[in-house]
């Protein structure tokens, strides 16, 4: 089994900063992908960003271009999502998910292990 913890929401007003980030335990693969997740309330989950974690390849959703970054820590075995500019409608309970395999995943199916959730407010 995979233990994915978030940390690092919380209430920020319009045009500020947070980093997220996700420590993972427990079971390991030669390959990785590793992805955020956002679901705001009443709509469904939608994706973020995607790392892969061997060639640190990255890829993002439009909305969030040249605003958050994606990165990883193979030290800390921790993936963080560096969140600029942010937005009231960046507002959201905001998920880490991880898979085996190496591609830039972006559907919430294509991924196996979840964490629980951190809740980012942008006030305006």
């Known amino acids: 089994q995979v233990q994915l913890v978030e940390s690092g929401g919380g209430l920020v007003q319009a045009g500020g900063s947070l980093r997220l980030s996700c420590a993972a335990s427990?079971?390991?693969?030669?390959?990785?992908?590793m992805g955020w997740f956002r679901q705001g309330p009443g709509k469904e989950r939608l994706f973020v960003a995607v790392?892969?974690?061997?060639?640190?390849?990255?890829d993002y959703a439009d909305s969030v271009k040249g605003r958050f970054t994606i990165s990883r820590d193979n030290a800390k075995n921790t993936v963080y999502l560096q969140m600029n500019s942010l937005k009231p409608e960046d507002t959201a309970v905001y998920f880490c998910?991880?898979?085996?395999?190496?591609?830039?995943?972006?559907?919430?199916?294509?991924?196996?292990?979840w964490g629980q959730g951190t809740q980012v407010t942008v006030s305006s």
């Open positions: 427990g079971r390991t693969f030669s390959s990785r992908t």
């Open positions: 790392i892969s974690w061997t060639s640190g390849s990255t």
């Open positions: 998910a991880l898979r085996e395999g190496s591609r830039h995943y972006s559907l919430t199916g294509d991924y196996h292990y």
